[in-house]
């Protein structure tokens, strides 16, 4: 199943190619370093970038450009050791206080435990739908690709090619998506230990200071392109489906839509809509 999954998507992939505007792994002409002082650093002639947190500042980066749908990919080695109270964002996001957001967050953990993936889409300033999963791989010791797949029908989060959420656009019952705001690329590596490792119980430690994360191999695929609506509507296949089905079975540790004492009145409207599908 995962060889025949990875092979759509590598033809996906080709085809992208041939006719979509993509930018590919060098960090210098793509982003910006924007916070954290010489936390943030551009190496090998642009093709890595490293993130640190110390106990006086984190660190960011976000792209020079903005997109409007498309595919972005980033392979992404995360804090390794007692990564406990840290967060690496990799997230798109526009500006101003209605702004639209798609959200990778990685919450550190203890030794030995699984990072907790966080993902979280919000429109027009609302957010509150976040999902979350265990990884099925140790996220620190080798990278791997996640990836934001964003049209004006829906959102899908994939980890290695493989999907583990997909948020449809529901604007026909009332459920804002995101789809008139261009945006850009973000990721931080930042404090939360008030809130990020079993919600605040588990500490940062410092001793562990600094903690570094390393990305590599950006690539965004624009989709404003003559001729390229088919890959806009495009859903999962049946093989995309089954791992989506296997992702939020067998790894996802939060739903908002299952959190019944947090909607006491009735879940949200999409919600009801069978599985995001």
Known sequence: MATSWF??????????????????????????????????????????LTLSL??????????????LFG???????????N???????FYLSSEGPNHDEIDFEFLGNLSGDPYIVHTNV??????DREQQFHLWFDPTKNFHTYSIIWSPQRITFMVDNIPIRVFNNEESIGVPFPRNQPMKVYSSLWDADEWATRGGLVKTDWSKAPFKAYYRNFNAYSWNSVGTDVWRTRALDATGRRWLRWAQKYHMVYNYCADLKRFPHGRPRECRRSRFL
């Open 122 to 127: 919000y429109s027009q300033g609302k957010g």
């Open 54 to 67: 110390d106990k006086a500042s984190g660190s960011g980066f976000r792209s020079k450009r903005e997109y």
């Open 7 to 48: 092979s759509v998507l590598l033809l996906v992939s080709i085809v992208f190619s041939c006719f979509l505007a993509a930018s590919a792994g060098d960090f210098y002409q793509e982003f910006d370093l924007t916070w954290g002082d010489k936390r943030a650093e551009i190496l090998n002639g642009g093709r890595l």
């Open 83 to 89: 990564s406990a109270g840290t967060v690496t964002a």
């Open 71 to 81: 595919r972005i990919d980033m392979q992404i080695k995360l804090v390794s050791g």
